[in-house]
């Protein structure tokens, strides 16, 4: 069974950083293209990131990208988000995901799912 736990969530001030943390348990995560999404209060789920199986490619939604930065470690199962410049619409749940066969900006298509990290960017 594969189980990703988030970690790293917290209160910052704009332009301030914060780095979250995937760990996925139960499988190798090399074999997973991985996402990272977040949902603020009343609005849907919105891709952020995604890096394939072997992070020679990886892909951001336009309002992170120069901000945000993915990455992965195989060797430890966990991937990385890296936030720098957060801004207070940033604001949200952060969750990330997993997929055997899927690395794309789709939430539908992620098998896998952890519980969300709250992320709170204060103005």
């Known amino acids: 069974q594969v189980q990703l736990v988030e970690s790293g969530g917290g209160v910052v001030q704009a332009g301030g950083s914060l780095r979250l943390s995937c760990v996925l348990s139960?499988?190798?995560?090399?074999?997973?293209?991985v996402g990272w999404f977040r949902q603020a209060p009343g609005k849907e789920r919105e891709f952020v990131a995604a890096?394939?199986?072997?992070?020679?490619?990886?892909n951001y939604a336009d309002f992170v990208k120069g901000r945000f930065t993915i990455s992965r470690d195989n060797a430890k199962n966990t991937v990385n988000l890296q936030m720098n410049n957060l801004k207070p619409e940033d604001t949200a749940v952060y969750y990330c995901?997993?997929?055997?066969?899927?690395?794309?900006?789709?939430?539908?298509?992620?098998?896998?799912w952890g519980q969300g990290t709250q992320v709170t960017v204060s103005s």
């Open positions: 890096s394939s199986w072997s992070s020679g490619y990886t």
């Open positions: 139960g499988r190798s995560l090399g074999s997973y293209g």
């Open positions: 995901a997993a997929d055997p066969h899927y690395s794309g900006t789709y939430a539908v298509e992620y098998d896998f």
